[in-house]
């Protein structure tokens, strides 16, 4: 075996030497290569060669999550819910507001009728008991002088005090012992007692029902302020609870308050559209009914000339005929018969110009404020704005929607003209439950007072719930 050669201590190999430099040259040019290739090539990240694991949530993550997907859906829902009944609950607050101020206008009209039916009772006694007293006198100026003149009346002279005509009256033998003018001085005497005693129970009676009138009116007036109130209160809490609501939906949808409120207001004038598309299409089929009445009557009263012609032709030839060949023949005056279309025709006009005054002076008020048991000149009810405008037409109705349902000619629906009243009930077969009283203008429209805080406005007369009720004053 060959054994390398060995450097010795000290010594050095030249051979060596050259080879050694040689080959660090070589290397170095091969490290200024990968170098120099290292810096042209992308520097691509460590994790390139590895990806990172996708995120994978849990079942129960996702579960949760839907749960609060849900529960923020739910609380939208809850709070778009809210503010739907608060509306509603406004809206019903108005109605039983409303129904409570014509409750005390009621209570007002019956009050007065009991005192003016108070009045007239104490008058009929006063009047009863000035009538007895004179016939008492007159009694006992009749007993008197038959006394003086020692008469029979003058036995029986003692009967005629304070009791004695009811002494009188029981004793037969007495009665038959006066003379025939004395027994019809009594017998008028007696009749008046009788009436005057009746005049003076219905008098106290009347007293009565005045009383409990003007305790009904008060207890009225009561229920009146308190749903005012209680309307105002809710006005006002409904308000806050609206703009909280609309802020926890801003929150819960992730948008601005304002968005939120524009969402809102949006949504309920969609509703509100719609309802008024709903009122205006009954509208239509009202003006379409009365239309189609009118051309009924139009073809009836058109009939009606035709046959009346028609007569009065066959008539003029029947006396033609009858008068042939006669000279000089007398001529037949007819005694002029009332025309119904044309009485009808003067009363419908004079009815329509009335109605024209009292929509023009209706018209006026648009803006007024509603202000209970108010009749003007700036604040009205519903039937104090229907009382102030016939008022103006020279028609008096009262201060009551139910008394002036009474107080005016009944039509039906199809029937209404511009000028009639509509009415609202609690019960549609009951006109003594009517609570708001409106005026009719044509084409569907009405002008009223509606309620609190509400301005006298023109609206559909079904922009509400369906009237009940139609009238003529």
Not at 45 to 73: D, F, G, T
Not at 135 to 151: K, P, V
């Amino acid at each position: 075996m060959r054994t390398p050669p060995r450097a010795t201590s000290g010594g050095r190999n030249t051979s060596a030497g050259k080879t050694g430099r040689a080959g660090k040259a070589l290397l170095s040019g091969v490290l200024a290569i990968c170098l120099a290739g290292a810096m042209a090539m992308p520097t691509l990240p460590a994790e390139a060669a590895k990806p990172k694991p996708p995120v994978i949530p849990s079942k129960a993550a996702v579960e949760r999550a839907k749960q609060a997907a849900a529960s923020k859906a739910g609380q939208v829902a809850a709070i778009e819910r809210q503010l739907a009944a608060a509306g509603a609950r406004l809206e019903q607050l108005g109605i039983q507001s409303g129904i409570a101020d014509e409750a005390y206008n009621g209570a007002v009209y019956r009050l007065q009728q009991a005192k003016a039916e108070a009045a007239a009772a104490a008058a009929r006694a006063a009047e009863a008991q000035k009538t007895l007293t004179a016939q008492r006198q007159q009694i006992g100026r009749f007993a008197a002088a038959s006394y003086q003149g020692g008469g029979e009346v003058a036995k029986i002279a003692p009967l005629f005090t304070a009791e004695g005509p009811q002494q009188l009256l029981d004793s037969a033998g007495a009665a038959h012992s006066v003379s025939a003018a004395m027994q019809g001085s009594y017998l008028r005497f007696t009749a008046t007692q009788v009436m005057t005693n009746l005049f003076k129970v219905q008098a106290d009676q009347a007293v009565v029902k005045v009383k409990k009138a003007a305790d009904e009116a008060a207890k009225a007036k009561k229920a009146a302020e308190a749903a005012e109130a209680a309307q105002s209160a809710a006005v006002t809490a409904i308000g806050v609870q609206r703009k909280q609501s609309i802020a926890q939906l801003a929150t819960l949808q992730n948008i601005s308050v304002h968005v939120a409120a524009q969402r809102q207001q949006g949504l309920e004038e969609l509703a509100r559209q719609r309802a008024a598309a709903i009122a205006a299409k009954k509208a239509a089929e009202l003006k379409r009914k009365i239309a189609a009445r009118e051309a009924a009557e139009r073809r009836a009263e058109a009939a009606e000339r035709a046959r009346e012609a028609a007569e009065q032709a066959r008539e003029e030839k029947e006396e033609r005929e009858q008068n042939n060949g006669k000279k000089n023949p007398p001529k037949r005056h007819k005694p002029s018969k009332p025309s119904r279309d044309n009485d009808d025709n003067n009363d419908n006009h004079s009815s329509r110009k009335g109605a024209s005054a009292a929509i023009e002076f209706a018209m006026r008020q648009l803006g007024d404020m509603y202000l209970w048991g108010a009749t003007g000149p700036s604040r009205w009810d519903c039937s104090g704005l229907t009382q102030g405008a016939w008022e103006k037409a020279g028609v008096q109705l009262p201060h009551y929607s139910v008394a002036q349902y009474e107080q005016i000619q009944h039509i039906d629906e199809d029937e209404l003209r511009p000028g009639d009243l509509i009415f609202w009930s609690l019960n549609p077969s009951d006109p003594g439950t009517i609570h708001h009283v409106a005026m009719y203008l044509g084409n569907g429209r009405m002008i009223h007072a509606p309620r609190t805080g509400k301005p006298v406005q023109i609206d559909s007369v079904y922009y509400w719930e369906p009237p009940d009720f139609f009238g003529r004053p």
